[in-house]
């Protein structure tokens, strides 16, 4: 055990072995394109350097990470590794940063451009750049509007050091169920391919089309192109359990999020528990102590709620949290029996996978985005950096 794992109560253990199963799934779904791996936001709360590692050692030959920072952080350790023939895509220019600028493209760094503004920093770095021109058909983020695109494209073509080697959108609705997400769906991929036609006529040649993240990978063969950009999958979620649970799309959850419990204590009936006393026992019962909080990223949302699987010497415990989510802890209902069903030092699992031996049964991140009202990718990506992180 690291100094630091033993020094604090909780953590998350990273599966690698289950990412490389994911990123063989995610070429099932995708088997004819080039897949990015997407490790933004440290890799979705994963420990990006780890997991960036790890798919490159997967045959990932392109990374995609949204924050310049984060990508010139990613591209030193890459190289340090080894890996100095991964690309990385990264889609967020700064403003007035000419200094960015010149540091990503002398780190080799694929750039998107969805303004002539952003193309012409670019090119007066005078330094050979590979960008990827962004249309934006229908997210309504970034990108240069369809209407805008054709200026954008033979603006482009005119710049001598900006070698066009990505035609790109993001799809906003690829993950629902119904008629009306699919026509604005189906509505996108038509704009997409204006744009692709638009930068042809331009005189563009031999870049990638890509627009597909996991949910257009899964339901949208049809929008595959030459590459897709692999997110949620590789981390073993659903992009949307509503529409496809995860376990039902052959992914396994890589996070396991666990900590040991810190006390474990009978309370009378009637005890509130935390702020505001938002719970009361409605019976002489046994609450135990999680050293986990807000400060680590747990949403106050799940008060009352947050399931939990607590291991004991005598099997699992499914239970939930009790009262409202301090900062750095939380309290569960442990039930009523006459002993303690639960020992300090015991393992209590906030969500993984529950196919595994280890966490059978344990609840999923999708549980958790339910009951906090939010999303798996929320739940994993906001968990605090001093949680350790724990490869096996
Ligand atoms: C986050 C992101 C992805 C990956 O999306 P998933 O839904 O996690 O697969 C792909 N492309 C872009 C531009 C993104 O921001």
Redesign the pocket.
Known sequence: MSEQLAHYPASATINLEALTRNAKRMRQFAPNARHMG?V?ADAYGHGRTSIAAALAKAGYDIL?I?QLGEALKERRALDAAGHKNVAIFS?MLPPADEKAIQEALAARIELSASTIDQLERIANTGIEARVHLKVDTGMGRGGATPADFPALANAASRMETVNVVGVWS?FARADELGEEARAATLKQIQLFEDAVSAATEAGLTGFQRHIA???GQIWYPEAHYDMV?????LYGLS?DPSNTPTLDLGFEPIMTLGARLLQVKQVEAGQTVSYGGTWQAPTRRWLGLVPLGYGDGIPRHAQNAGPVSVYTAAGRIDTHMVGRVCMDQFVIDLGESDEAPAAVGDEVVLFGNPNNPDTKGCPTADDWADVAGTIN?EIVTRLGARVPRAYS
């Open positions: 997407i933004k995609g949204a889609w993001h993240a996991t949910s950009r692999d997110g949620i999958g992009p990718y």
